[in-house]
């Protein structure tokens, strides 16, 4: 079988819709296996023409994105497309990367800047420089055209090469024009001209800037996009915060319209996916209108940025109908689930039937016999409340309560036994057959939520960043485009110039916890509301040179409408338990952790500790060691820091905190050390202090179980 994307395009008839699922590589052991899942599953139910795994700029996920591409390729024999960046990093890497798709039978590249290059060549000890080949200091690869002409002059035509075009302008504040299409024009045609086959954009939410886009490039005067793919990207709405950080990265512009729908539910996670779900819809519909205008003799293709995630996506594509269409057995299929019922009095005892549905109710056939689907949380339609029916109802039968499940809904784990019970199942007692039920329908329909397999299959629709569960494929920082400062020298120098003393680094946060820096290197996002209420507090604490990375202060059981600390829906209450994580001096550490560890503190507090060696040190260790007279080991703590209680549902915890998700984010907050260190020549006092800093300091995060007294964890931190 050709996996050359643009063959497959070739081959398809004019008339149809193609697309492709994007992912990144997750940041633990954990997510891989239930990406890995999740991706089976996917392709199965909606028949991507191919699959993008994304690349760390400057190489810096090289190894996974490469085991991902592996199992795509190779394991699921899906026609793969590997990212792969040029700057910032050592030309023995892209070498490298070329050869290692090749073997794994890698047919397609998307060919990528990443981050802007540095001035100073940036590398790890050791490594070829990618510098010129003729020797001069001018480096290689300095924009993606030069990746595209390395790769055909290396590879000659063996790769299919796609390159990224944005249809409201790549955002480069060094262009005197700023953000335009137009100034970004001459080199898209340079790309193209110099041997890309496809242009996949960036994603945006304004159909006009589109629009205008596709029509720009039909009528460009070299004819260069005649023939040429171009594939525009969409990502889903996951949550109103996701949205709003991504948009503030991308530079998409949501038009006044959308974001009013999106701000008229933002505090209702399930809302905003809901909404956004249709908004997506919309979009994918004007979109194909914009083709039948500019490119109706063409098969039309759109790339979805999944973030990792599976229902809102699986939810577009079959809405706007474009998955390919499946022989009519699979059409035909029979859901046999396994589903536990409220009993009618709602007494809340909970049984467990076998009920067979027939998939006409509730999966969509290619040709669209199905109704449009609304979206469900945890088998609801359209409504946020689980509220239980009966399957005689005239419904197909679904999960209808969460009652006597798990809070934490486990995570499948395959060919092994769970190692942790508490948070793993075996595909067997998540009542997955031992066979698949190997049938598009259903595979969608669980991809979607439904039943018992679709609650395992969603159980991190709602992921938190680096605070959510590091289990899910998508936990972590959003696009997986790696350890990035988000933008340009430039920008940094000017926001943080040159510190030369580690007062200078002080100065840095506090500027910015007092407004006058908009960004620190680890956050760029705005100093909120409720991060306000603890200024003081923190202010103190970096003025000490003890630099805040992340915070929030306790709340006890305030409404959820509250316009500081709400979230979730109406008539809920939330609670916070304090926790501050912060970079310290190690003999600052020394003493912080003797305190820590004292009888009286030790009982109220849960700490974890690395540094950049990775030597690591938390409170359930330092329990341990206290307790060793009783012999008894202690299990890894979990803290739930933030959490709602709302009308009808479990208990919601979007904010955790613990051992497996702290270390995958130091390896993350310390490469930020080094990404920092290297805007400055090698060698020159600020690069050397940032390196001295980054091999002394520890990472430590402090969670106060007293959430009751809000004080309690900054007079403890104060002291
Ligand atoms: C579909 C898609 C997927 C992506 N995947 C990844 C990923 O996996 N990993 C990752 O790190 N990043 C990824 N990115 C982000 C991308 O790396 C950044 O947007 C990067 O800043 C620009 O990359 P580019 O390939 O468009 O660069 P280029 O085409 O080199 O353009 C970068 C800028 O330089 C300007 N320019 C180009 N050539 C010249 C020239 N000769 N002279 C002067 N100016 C010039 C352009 O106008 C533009 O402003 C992705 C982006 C898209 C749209």
């Not at 063959?7 to 398809?12: P, W």
């Not at 800037?209 to 023939?227: I, M, N, R, T, W």
């Not at 690395?610 to 060691?625: L, P």
Request: aromatic residues 8%; negative net charge; hydrophobic residues 40%.
């Amino acid at each position: 079988m050709d996996h050359k994307i643009t063959d497959k395009i070739a081959a398809l008839p004019p008339d149809a819709f193609y697309f492709s699922l994007e992912f990144f590589p997750p940041k633990t052991s954990m997510g891989f296996a239930n990406l890995r899942d999740r991706l089976d599953r996917m392709a199965r139910a909606l028949r991507p023409l191919f699959v993008n795994v994304t690349w760390g700029a400057g190489g810096s996920t090289a190894q996974k994105s490469l085991e991902l591409a592996e199992i795509c390729q190779r394991e699921l024999g899906l026609t793969t497309c590997l990212h792969l960046t040029c700057t910032n990093m050592s030309r023995a890497l892209i070498d490298k990367a070329l050869d290692d798709a090749k073997a794994l039978g890698i047919r397609n590249i998307l060919a990528l800047r990443g981050d802007p290059p540095r001035p100073t060549e940036y590398s790890e000890e050791g490594e070829d420089k990618a510098a010129s080949a003729d020797g001069s200091d001018e480096p290689e690869f300095t924009y993606a055209v030069d990746l595209v002409r390395y790769i055909r002059k290396q590879h000659g035509g063996y790769f299919c090469i796609g390159v990224a075009a944005y249809p409201e302008g790549h955002a480069e504040e060094s262009h005197p024009l700023g953000q335009s299409l137009e100034h970004d024009l001459p080199y898209l045609v340079e790309k193209v001209q110099a041997g890309a086959d496809f242009v996949m954009t960036q994603l945006f939410f304004d159909q006009a800037a589109y629009a205008h886009f596709e029509q720009v490039l039909l009528e460009h005067p070299s004819g260069a996009f005649k023939d040429v793919p171009l594939i525009p990207g969409l990502m889903p709405i996951q949550n109103y915060q996701m949205i709003k950080r991504t948009t503030k990265l991308s530079h998409a512009r949501i038009p006044d319209a959308l974001m009013g729908r999106l701000d008229a539910v933002k505090k209702d996670d399930e809302q905003v996916k809901s909404v956004g779900v249709d908004i997506i819809s919309e979009l994918v519909e004007q979109v194909k209108e914009i083709k039948d205008r500019t490119r109706a003799d063409k098969p039309k293709g759109f790339h979805f940025y999944t973030l990792n995630l599976e229902k809102a996506v699986s939810f577009i594509i079959e809405r706007t109908h474009l998955i390919p269409p499946g022989t009519p057995d699979e059409e035909e299929a029979v859901i046999l689930e396994e589903v536990a019922v409220v009993d009618d009095a709602g007494s809340g005892v909970v049984s467990v039937a076998a009920v067979a549905a027939t998939t006409a109710t509730t999966a969509t056939s290619a040709s669209g016999t199905r109704g449009v689907p609304s979206i469900r949380i945890n088998g609801t339609a359209g409504s946020s409340n689980n509220i239980a029916l009966s399957p005689l109802e005239g419904h197909p039968a679904r999960r209808q309560s969460s009652i006597g499940s798990d809070p934490r809904n486990r995570v499948i784990v395959a060919g092994r036994e769970p190692s942790q019970p508490d948070y793993e199942a075996t595909a067997l007692e998540a009542s997955v057959p031992a066979e698949p039920v190997n049938t598009r329908s259903n595979t969608l329909a669980i991809s979607e939520g439904e039943g018992v397999l679709g609650r395992e299959a969603t159980w991190d629709d709602f992921p938190n960043g680096r605070w959510g569960d590091a289990r899910s494929p998508a936990y972590g920082e959003i696009d997986g485009y790696g350890v990035s400062l988000h933008m340009t020298v430039n920008q940094a120098l000017k926001l943080w110039g040159k510190p030369t003393d580690t007062k200078d680094i002080n100065e840095i946060f506090i500027r910015y916890l007092g407004g006058e820096l908009s960004a620190i290197p680890w956050s760029e996002e705005e100093f909120n509301a409720e991060t306000a209420t603890i200024r003081d507090q923190l202010v103190r604490l970096n003025a000490k040179g003890w630099w805040t990375v992340a915070s929030q202060p306790a709340v006890n059981g305030i409404p959820s409408t509250d316009a500081t600390f709400g979230w979730g829906p109406p008539h809920g209450f939330v609670f916070q338990k304090a926790f501050v994580e912060f970079f310290l001096s190690s003999a600052d550490w020394d003493v912080l952790r003797s305190r820590l560890t004292a009888p009286g503190v030790r009982e109220n507090v849960c700490f974890y500790a690395i540094n950049a060696a990775g030597d690591f040190v938390s409170s359930d260790s330092s329990v341990r060691v206290a307790d060793s007279g009783t012999g008894e080991p202690k299990e890894a703590s979990t803290n739930a820091v933030t959490w709602g209680v709302f009308p009808g549902k479990e208990i919601i915890t979007p904010t955790i905190v613990e051992e497996v998700s702290f270390r995958a984010w130091s390896e993350e907050a310390f490469g930020i050390w080094k990404e920092w260190a290297a805007l400055y020549p090698k060698n020159s006092a600020t690069d050397k202090l940032l390196e001295r800093t980054r091999n002394d300091c520890w990472l430590v995060n402090i969670i106060h179980h007293n959430y009751v007294e809000k004080d309690a964890l900054w007079d403890l931190v104060a002291a």
